[in-house]
């Protein structure tokens, strides 16, 4: 036959019926060969494996808690990395952080009288009518002594002004502190207006918010947990398919090691040691936004501290305070297009900060350093920082292994 163009193509040899046969097979394999269109379902759990995947890939930067006195540790995928001191949990299948950080009582009162001589006028702006965050603070903070700070709905832009060195008591364990004008307990942890969020219904960003405030109230503020007892109610809040999660934190619970550390996540305290005096005081703020590039996913981000005044138990006078700084991120999905546990949040990313303990890993409870601890300690290495400066973002540098040193508690 003959082809159309500008040229001739020869005549084939090949008769006709082997010709069609061969056209015939050709057909048959290659429609066998051809991809088919997965079902819906299978559609959905191969991009929430992908999605997770690229999750776990892009936060395998790290996450991180300090001790200051500090600590740090990571975490495997599908739950926190990290629980002490260490990179911030970040991807669960991600990464827990912790670091903490020694209190240095000397650095406080080294300051106040630097102060006083260089600016007396900073000085006398710690008297009542200038004490705690300044007219200045973000968040419309206001400026009379023990009067509220407006809720924060973002991060300042600075830290708090130098307040008034008085020394804690247990008829007043917030004296000298910012948090003095904080305020109490759950109350302090305000949600954001529900609304749909990246094709997430208005009634499942709610869900997720209220479940993002139980777990922090569940985790850090509940009498028994601070005291030592299991925290029954946060794990159960916990999404039951984040299998290597819970059980990491169980077994940390169960028996804490310098790599699985529960304080990373919840605040204990050892009450054999350590009385907590008085409820502990709280500021921060919860975000929400869309998912990363995932049509149906939002992540609501949670950033909180958390102020314990303490006394050694059994009735010593002296009172100190431990600043415990906790941001966790919780994913919140359709349920028309993921799977969701129902009364259940999943979280995705955890960091913490704690100031004043005594940087060991592996014991299971926050430890605060009194006056006779950090007299008789071998002292820290690490930087000085502020642990009620909230203008700087928590990161957990996987690098922050030092003790370091609080300025103020």
């Known amino acids: 036959m003959s082809g159309a163009g500008p040229e001739s193509v020869p005549e084939s040899s090949i008769p006709d019926d082997v010709w069609e046969k061969f056209v015939r097979d050709s057909e048959r394999d290659i429609r066998a060969s051809a991809p088919t269109e997965p ?3 299978a559609r959905m759990v191969t991009e929430r494996l992908r999605a997770m995947d690229e999750a776990q890939a892009a936060r395998a930067g790290g996450g991180g808690k300090r001790r200051w006195g500090r600590k740090n540790a990571p975490v495997p995928p599908a739950r926190p990395e990290g629980w002490r001191t260490g990179p911030p949990v970040q991807d669960i299948g991600g990464t827990s952080r912790r670091r903490r950080v020694w209190s240095a009582v000397g650095v406080v009162v080294a300051v106040a009288l ?3 001589a260089v600016n007396p006028s900073a000085a006398l702006s710690w008297l009542p009518g200038g004490f705690g965050e300044g007219s200045g603070a973000s968040n419309g903070a206001q400026s009379a002594s023990g009067t509220p700070l407006a809720p924060e709905t973002a ?6 002004p130098a307040a008034p060195t008085d020394v804690p008591t247990r008829d007043k364990p917030f004296a000298g502190s910012p948090a003095a004008r904080w305020e109490s307990g759950a109350d302090a942890i305000r949600l954001p207006v529900a609304k749909p969020v990246n094709g997430v219904p208005a009634a499942r960003m709610a869900a997720a918010l209220k479940g993002t405030k139980d777990f922090l109230v569940a985790a850090n503020l509940d009498p028994a947990v601070l005291e030592g007892a299991r925290p029954e109610k946060a794990l159960a809040l916990m999404d039951p398919a984040q299998r290597d999660y819970l059980a990491e934190l169980n ?5 804490p090691t310098a790599d699985n550390d529960p304080v990373g996540t919840i605040t204990r305290f050892d009450p054999d040691e350590i009385e907590v005096v008085s409820e502990a005081r709280v500021r921060g ?4 936004e869309a998912g990363d ?3 149906g996913t939002a992540v609501i981000k949670a950033d909180y501290t958390f102020v314990y005044p303490v006394a050694r138990a059994g009735g010593g006078d002296e009172v100190t305070r431990t600043v415990v700084r906790r941001s966790i991120e919780v994913e919140a999905v359709d349920p028309a297009r993921f799977r969701a546990a129902e009364g259940h949040i999943r979280i995705v990313s955890t960091r913490s900060e704690i100031s ?3 940087c060991r890993d592996g014991d299971g409870v926050i430890r605060p350093q009194f006056l006779a601890d950090r007299q008789n300690g071998a002292g820290t290495s690490g930087e000085a920082r502020d642990p009620y400066d909230r203008s700087r973002e928590l990161t957990g540098a996987r690098d922050d292994d030092e003790c370091g040193v609080v300025t103020r508690l």
Do not use: E, F, I, W
Not at 155 to 160: Q, V
Not at 285 to 288: E, I, P, S
């Open 356 to 358: 004043n303990d005594d």
């Open 114 to 116: 630097a102060v006083v």
């Open 155 to 160: 991060r300042p832009g600075t830290a708090p």
């Open 251 to 255: 077994a940390g619970l169960r028996k």
């Open 39 to 41: 079902s819906a379902r």
């Open 293 to 295: 590039g995932r049509p």
């Open 285 to 288: 703020h919860m975000t929400v």
